[in-house]
């Protein structure tokens, strides 16, 4: 049972565009999330989070976007950059818990 | 200096054999992690485990183990290998309830 889902494994984007990557959850006790960034041979390194007391969490160029009655987060990056092409991976935890739930990722790749 | 240290980076074994992956962080995390990620790419907590309590996933096989000598590592026994278990494994840390710390990942091919 995958709490935590992108539906969209890939994505490309021209260079200098808006890159937006969905995320969807089910477990309405969630209430702390976070994007992670893969490159290949690499482990996941953290990107930005957001609490469930918020709606919006900007760093930089990237900004997550969280729709608690729809339990839908996104990140949007932009402009997006050819380093930007990388996997993406929502998680997902509740704040009784250690355990962070991953969804499957998605492929952002940046066109120059 | 690595933060979250995994070896080895490759192993290849044979079906029914045992062996280990052997996890390091210097961040002074309380909490470590180890995930799996699968043909599909699918990033599945097995274990997490501070010093007072190990947590298992109920789906991970009673012949994966996990291991802590001590607060700074967890290692991960995988007893009588099988194909299934081709992957490539992840140990990761965090403080608890924060964003974790991962490792570069271990990939395992059993043949």
């Known amino acids: 049972d995958q709490q935590v889902k992108q539906n969209s494994p890939s994505l490309s984007v021209q260079e200098g565009r808006i890159s937006i990557l969905n995320c969807d959850y089910t477990?309405?006790?969630?209430?702390?999330f976070l994007w992670y960034k893969k490159y290949p041979a690499e482990g996941p390194t953290f990107l930005i989070s957001i609490s469930s007391i918020k709606d919006k969490n900007e760093d930089g160029r990237f900004t997550v976007f969280l729709n608690k009655s729809a339990k839908h987060l996104s990140l949007h990056i932009v402009p997006s950059q050819p380093g930007d092409s990388a996997v993406y991976f929502c998680a997902a935890s509740a704040n009784t818990g250690n355990q962070f739930y991953f969804g499957t990722g998605t492929s952002l790749t940046v066109i120059p | 200096d690595t933060a979250v240290s995994q070896t080895p980076k490759y192993l290849v074994t044979q079906m029914g054999n045992d062996k280990s992956i052997k996890c390091e962080q210097n961040?002074?995390?309380?909490?470590m992690y180890w995930y799996k990620q699968d043909s599909k790419k699918f990033l599945k907590i097995m274990f997490s485990?501070?010093?007072?309590?190990?947590?298992i996933n109920e789906t991970v096989p009673n012949r994966f183990s996990p291991k802590s000598p001590d607060k700074a590592h967890l290692n991960l026994h995988i007893n009588s290998l099988e194909l299934g278990d081709s992957a490539v494994y992840f140990c990761?840390?965090?403080?608890?309830?924060?964003?974790?710390?991962f490792g570069p990942g271990t990939r395992l091919t059993v043949t």
């Open positions: 961040l002074g995390h309380d909490t």
């Open positions: 477990n309405s006790m969630f209430d702390y």
């Open positions: 485990y501070n010093n007072k309590e190990l947590i």
């Open positions: 990761a840390s965090s403080r608890k309830a924060y964003e974790q710390y």
